[in-house]
C-alpha cells in the first residue's frame, strides 16, 4: 500500500469526511454500558468494592472518547 493510492481524492484533506468506523462510533457507548454494569453489581455486592472505583472511571472514560470522537469526525481526523 503506498502513499499515492491514499491521495487519489482532488479535494483537500481537511474536506475530507470520515467514513463510518465501529470502534470510533460504538466503543464509547460499550464503555459507558459496561462501566454501569459494573458499577452497579459492585454497589450490590456481586463484585469485589474496587469496581465502585473503576466503574465511574470507565463512565467518565467512555463520554471522554464520545466527545472526542465526535470532535474528530467533525475535523475530519
Known sequence: MSDEDD???ARPRRFR?????PLREVL???VIVVGVFQFIRAATGAM????LIIGPVLIVIGISAFFLARWMK????
Do not use: A, C, E, H
Open 48 to 51: 469485589d468494592s474496587v469496581f
Open 74 to 77: 467533525k475535523r475530519g481526523i
Open 28 to 30: 464509547p457507548w460499550v
Open 7 to 9: 491521495n487519489t481524492d
Open 17 to 21: 469526511t470520515l467514513r463510518f468506523n
